[in-house]
């Protein structure tokens, strides 16, 4: 069964920089859109930033400025640099996306949506 991997958490201290990737366990076609979503402790999942099949971005206002979501040119991770993190950062980070592959000459496409097991981040000192 194939699976959304994630990586690069931790514990970081207030200021400092993250990077955490996902990527699919196998290849299952190009990343079509991605979002990271991030729950902490007692409270609801919240979409932190969204990347569009169309290079459209979003952000949740708190992390404007200081995260940016991208994939690599071959459309097969997904990123989301965090910078400048807060203590209000701290939670668990999913990703969530979607992937299409082409399955005929003529152009039809198959997708797939995924969700990553989390990886929790810490900003404390």
């Known amino acids: 069964q194939v699976q959304l991997v994630q990586s690069g958490g931790g514990l970081v201290h207030p200021g400092g920089s993250l990077r955490l990737s996902c990527a699919a366990s196998r290849d299952i076609g190009s990343i079509h859109a991605i979002g990271w979503y991030r729950q902490a402790l007692g409270k609801e999942r919240e979409l932190v930033a969204s990347l569009t099949a169309d290079a459209s971005t979003t952000y949740a206002d708190s992390v404007k400025g200081r995260f940016t979501i991208s994939r690599d040119s071959a459309r097969k991770t997904g990123y989301l640099q965090m910078t400048s993190l807060k203590p209000e950062d701290t939670a668990v980070y999913y990703c969530?996306?979607?992937?299409?592959?082409?399955?005929?000459?003529?152009?039809?496409?198959?997708?797939?949506?995924?969700w990553g097991e989390g990886t929790p981040v810490t900003v404390s000192s």
């Open positions: 969530n996306a979607e992937f299409r592959k082409v399955v005929n000459v003529e152009g039809a496409t198959v997708s797939k949506n995924l």
